[in-house]
């Protein structure tokens, strides 16, 4: 069975860190490119993050540039998006979603979905 799982997100206080995670069973995800988007309430979901199938190739939205860093663990078959330096506009909850041809910012373009985990940025 194909499936994306996300996890590691919660409640932090602005400043602070999260690393996400995104694990993927019943396929290799080291084949397809992996992007992280997120849908704040009452807003468009927006890709934050993009990792291509070599891990030179990366992309981030303007606004976590500098803050945000995505990565591969081919040997757990998961991809992480570490997060510093949080602020409350960054909550949202988090989706990864993979694509077999390279990083797009067009979500639709993607062909599976996590269940997304929530980020909370808060005092």
């Known amino acids: 069975q194909v499936q994306l799982v996300e996890s590691g997100g919660g409640l932090v206080q602005p400043g602070g860190s999260l690393r996400l995670s995104c694990a993927a069973s019943?396929?290799?995800?080291?084949?397809?490119?992996v992007g992280w988007f997120r849908q704040a309430p009452g807003k468009e979901r927006e890709g934050v993050s993009c990792i291509g199938t070599t891990s030179f190739k990366t992309s981030y939205l303007d606004s976590v540039q500098g803050r945000v860093t995505i990565m591969r663990d081919s040997g757990k078959n998961t991809v992480y998006l570490q997060m510093n330096s949080l602020k409350p506009e960054d909550t949202a909850v988090y989706y990864c979603?993979?694509?077999?041809?390279?990083?797009?910012?067009?979500?639709?373009?993607?062909?599976?979905w996590g269940q997304g985990t929530q980020v909370t940025v808060a005092s």
């Open positions: 979603a993979t694509r077999l041809y390279g990083c797009t910012p067009i979500e639709t373009l993607y062909q599976s």
């Open positions: 019943g396929f290799n995800l080291a084949n397809y490119a």
